[in-house]
């Protein structure tokens, strides 16, 4: 029996009651370094996945991409449009359902980009997740995921991360391109996150 994570009030009360304890009150350092000198990436739009309080939302506008952000709490969309508009950049902030996104995204966004997203929702909706995710992405547009945490615990969230299962789920719409696990980590998770690039070489409609 899961935690209910399928629900946005789960989340509500985490970060209600400061229990967010996978808030790192930064952009990951990692994602900043690739939208700088992955040459593969070129400018475009990205959709920040589970963005939470916004921080890499951010750092990507602030590179001048065009970006939307999605999160179905409502508490952090709120924190996120507030750093916003001190950070002086546009972002579309939607406080939506992941699963639930209007096919009006379908096939829209140049990059997708997922971090401590996939380790939150229902390990059983993660098939759906991936064909979801998949669907937004353009043909020719890449998914960035830094996988967080691929360990092995008893339970979640975070829930654990098998590489392979991972792989197995996105490779049925995306083709792995990059690999890495000698990635700038931020200290306390160190050892326990992998970077992967997927390119979509065809189109899901
Ligand atoms: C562990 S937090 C990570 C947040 C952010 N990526 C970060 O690194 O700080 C997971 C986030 O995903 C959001 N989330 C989980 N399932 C979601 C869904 N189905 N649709 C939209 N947001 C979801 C939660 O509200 C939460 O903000």
Not at 8 to 34: H, I
Not at 146 to 172: A, C, T
Request: aromatic share 14%.
């Amino acid at each position: 029996m899961y935690a209910p994570v399928d629900k946005p009030a789960f989340w509500e009360n985490k970060y209600k009651t400061d229990q967010a304890n996978w808030d790192t009150k930064s952009y990951n350092p990692v994602f900043a370094e690739l939208l700088d000198n992955y040459e593969l990436i070129k400018t475009g739009k990205i959709l920040i996945a589970g963005c939470g309080k916004g921080y890499d939302a951010i750092i990507a506008a602030q590179k001048k991409y065009k970006v939307t952000a999605i999160d179905f709490s409502s508490t952090a969309i709120n924190y996120a449009k507030q750093l916003a508009i001190q950070s002086n950049v546009n972002i579309e902030f939607l406080n939506e359902d992941i699963f639930t996104l209007s096919d009006d995204y379908s096939e829209s966004f140049d990059l997708v980009y997922e971090y401590t997203t996939y380790c939150a929702i229902n390990p059983e909706r993660r098939k759906e997740f991936a064909r979801k995710i998949s669907s937004l992405i353009k043909k020719g547009g890449r998914l960035i995921a830094i996988l967080f945490p691929v360990d092995k615990r008893e339970s979640g969230p975070p829930f654990s991360i098998d590489v392979q299962e991972f792989y197995k789920n996105f490779s049925e719409y995306l083709h792995l391109e990059l690999s890495n696990r000698q990635i700038n980590s931020i200290k306390p998770r160190k050892g326990k996150e992998i970077l992967q690039i997927y390119i979509k070489k065809w189109s899901m409609i």
